[in-house]
């Protein structure tokens, strides 16, 4: 009985100090990926901010990329419900500077063909990093960014 009571004191103890510990311990974004010297890393910014009256939006990026055999490919795809509808639409970037550093860019993301036009609001933006060297990697960032003027 005294046995179960220790091994029940030492389990209490364990959970309470990794709790405490895990309270102490910052939280920080998720990690970029990064393999075999290949290091790539993207956030997509807000606000983002209305071009030619919704038939695009200039979204703010932030990205970071080091040793890549050849320049990496950035993706940005937004959706925002516009009225009774959905305003979307996608722009690749290819041939990206990659010197290490975070670069800041603004993708200009059209709205696709025959649908809404973008609004004030808010929208879903789902962005993307790909390169390769010795390996080949992707690294993503999806948020709710706001449109504005």
Known sequence: MIRNRIKAA???????????????????????F??????????????????????????????????????PQVVVSVTEH?????????AVLNNVNCTGEIQS????VAASPGGKAFAKGDAFAAGSIFGCASTCGQENDNVTIAIRR
């Open 105 to 108: 860019i603004t993708v200009d």
């Open 10 to 32: 030492v389990a209490a103890v364990t959970i309470a100090g990794a709790t405490a510990t895990a309270m102490l311990i910052p939280s920080t974004p998720a990690v970029a």
């Open 82 to 90: 516009v009225g009774n509808g959905i305003a979307s639409g996608s």
């Open 34 to 71: 990064s393999s075999g010297g290949l290091v790539l890393d993207i956030v997509v910014q807000t606000p983002a901010h209305l071009v030619a009256n919704g038939a695009a939006i200039a979204v703010p990026i932030d990205y970071t990329c080091f040793g890549t055999s050849f320049p």
